[in-house]
C-alpha cells in the first residue's frame, strides 16, 4: 500500500498518472464552433435594416426590399423582352394561384 512517504494521496496521484509537462490535460480541446451556411449569412445580410432618404423623409427598409425597388426602376427606365416575360409569369402564377381567406370562426 502506498504510504505519505511516497508521495501519494489526496491531491498527490502517482507520477504515471499526473499531468505531463508541456501537455494538454484536455488534448482534444473544446469542439468547434459551427459554421453558419452561406444562405444564412445572405439572409443575414439582406434582412439587414438600411436609412433611405426617400422624399424628404428618413425610413429604414430591409435591404433585399431596396434592391427589388433598384431592379424595378431600372427596368422601368428601359422596357425589355425580360420584363415582358417576368410579368407574364408572374400573371400566369397568379391566375393559378387560388386566393386563400382565412376560415371563418364557428359560433360567433
Known amino acids: 500500500m502506498a504510504t505519505d512517504e511516497d508521495g501519494i494521496g489526496r491531491g498527490k496521484p502517482p ?15 473544446r469542439p468547434p464552433r459551427p459554421r453558419k451556411a452561406i ?4 439572409n443575414h445580410y439582406l434582412m439587414q435594416k438600411c436609412e433611405v432618404t426617400e422624399n424628404g ?12 425597388r433598384r431592379i424595378e ?3 422601368m427606365k428601359k ?6 416575360r417576368i410579368e407574364a409569369k408572374y400573371e400566369a402564377f397568379a391566375r393559378a394561384m387560388p386566393i386563400r381567406r ?6 360567433k
Do not use: D, E, T
Open 79 to 84: 422596357p425589355s423582352k425580360r420584363l415582358q
Open 102 to 107: 382565412k376560415p371563418r370562426k364557428k359560433g
Open 15 to 29: 507520477k504515471a498518472y499526473q499531468f505531463k509537462k508541456g501537455r494538454s490535460g484536455h488534448p482534444a480541446g
Open 39 to 42: 444562405w444564412q449569412l445572405i
Open 57 to 68: 423623409k428618413v425610413r429604414k427598409l430591409a435591404r433585399y426590399a431596396l434592391i427589388l
Open 73 to 75: 426602376s431600372q427596368m
